[in-house]
T-cell receptor
Framework: AQSVSQHNHHVILSEAASLELGCNYS??????LFWYVQYPGQHLQLLLKYFSGDPLVKGIKGFEAEFIKSKFSFNLRKPSVQWSDTAEYFC???????????FGKGTRLSVIA | KAGVTQTPRYLIKTRGQQVTLSCSPI?????VSWYQQTPGQGLQFLFEYFSETQRNKGNFPGRFSGRQFSNSRSEMNVSTLELGDSALYLC?????????????FGQGTRLTVV
């Protein structure tokens, strides 16, 4: 069964710092990859997704992620975080879109002024 | 377009009781999935329904069950509640598969078992 690892449990950054959250998955075949964000008290929202094509995908709010197949990774990046980015971030994978989403355990991001 | 609606938002139940949670997917979506979210385990997949049939099932005991109606609305039931069932239960809907689209999540039902 596929699994997803998010290496950072809690990340604390100052405003304007750059962000990179790690995500690795275990399946060797064709995968669809997602990053979701959960702001305090709100529902999970999609940040970005990768299905095929350009491995560098851009999402909402200035986030981007790079799919590196050889490393089974899909790391999330943002050049300059804002206080409003404080949230929990989840990486998820499905095998060719035909299996349920498998989520990592999440990374809590705290952005301080 | 209305999003995924889950009711109720909050529930407090006693050990041994049973509970039913409801999910109304986005109009036109035929797939509904349920997840349990806890601080220690993150989001764990419970089951998925598509066109009234259970398509996938996670590793949860038989006390957890669900169903889907012809209008795609779904319910999940937990019988003989245990303290460890306290969690946020999330419902997600999608048109069919996740091949070229994402899952859309509701705000969840916060279940507390005392």
């Amino acid at each position: 069964a596929q699994s997803v690892s998010q290496h950072n449990h809690h990340v604390i950054l100052s405003e304007a710092a750059s962000l990179e959250l790690g995500c690795n998955y275990s399946y060797g075949g064709t995968v669809n990859l997602f990053w979701y964000v959960q702001y305090p008290g709100q529902h999970l929202q999609l940040l970005l997704k990768y299905f095929s094509g350009d491995p560098l995908v851009k999402g909402i709010k200035g986030f981007e992620a790079e799919f590196i197949k050889s490393k089974f990774s899909f790391n999330l990046r943002k050049p300059s975080v804002q206080w409003s980015d404080t949230a929990e971030y989840f990486c998820a994978v499905t095998i060719s879109g035909n299996t349920p989403l498998v989520f990592g355990k999440g990374t809590r991001l705290s952005v301080i002024a | 377009k209305a999003g995924v609606t889950q009711t109720p938002r909050y529930l407090i139940k006693t050990r041994g009781q049973q509970v039913t949670l409801s999910c109304s997917p986005i109009s036109g979506h035929r797939s509904v999935s349920w997840y349990q979210q806890t601080p220690g385990q993150g989001l764990q997949f419970l089951f998925e329904y598509f066109s009234e049939t259970q398509r996938n099932k996670g590793n949860f005991p038989g006390r957890f069950s669900g169903r889907q109606f012809s209008n795609s609305r779904s319910e999940m039931n937990v019988s003989t509640l245990e303290l460890g069932d306290s969690a946020l239960y999330l419902c997600a809907s999608s048109p069919g598969t996740l091949m070229n689209t994402e899952a859309f999540f509701g705000q969840g039902t916060r279940l507390t078992v005392v």
